[in-house]
Nanobody, 123 residues
Framework: QVQLVESGGGLVEPGGSLRLSCAAS????????MSWYRQAPGKQRELVAT???????DYVDSVKGRFTISRDTAKNTVYLQMNSLKPEDTAVYYC?????????????????WGQGTQVTVSS
């Protein structure tokens, strides 16, 4: 019953900032990789940013220097700080976790998606 819940989306003017949060709940041993994806209307879902359990990060070229992914391991929460937002950043943003859960005496590996949060950048 592991779940991811995103929050922090909304409407912002070009050049503004938003901070997205993704909180994981349930019987979790460790979250190995957490990622942010986004999907604009009529377009394919794309990977935006990734952070590993060792805090290695990676970003798609279009957001480098503007977005920062970080995590709070104790809270099982990942953040995406979005600065200098552009209209082309408008999309539904989804959190994804590659994690190890606790199920009885076993530790299964799961891939879990959040429900998505809308980000709209417009004047």
């Amino acid at each position: 019953q592991v779940q991811l819940v995103e929050s922090g989306g909304g409407l912002v003017e070009p050049g503004g900032s938003l901070r997205l949060s993704c909180a994981a709940s349930g019987s979790i041993l460790i979250i190995k990789i957490m990622s942010w994806y986004r999907q604009a209307p009529g377009k394919q879902r794309e990977l935006v940013a990734t952070i590993t359990s060792s805090s290695n990060t990676d970003y798609v070229d279009s957001v480098k220097g503007r977005f920062t992914i970080s995590r709070d391991t104790a809270k099982n929460t990942v953040y995406l700080q979005m600065n200098s937002l552009k209209p082309e950043d408008t999309a539904v943003y989804y959190c994804n976790a590659d994690l190890v859960a606790i199920h009885g005496s076993s530790w299964p590996r799961y891939n879990v998606w959040g429900q998505g949060t809308q980000v709209t950048v417009s004047s």
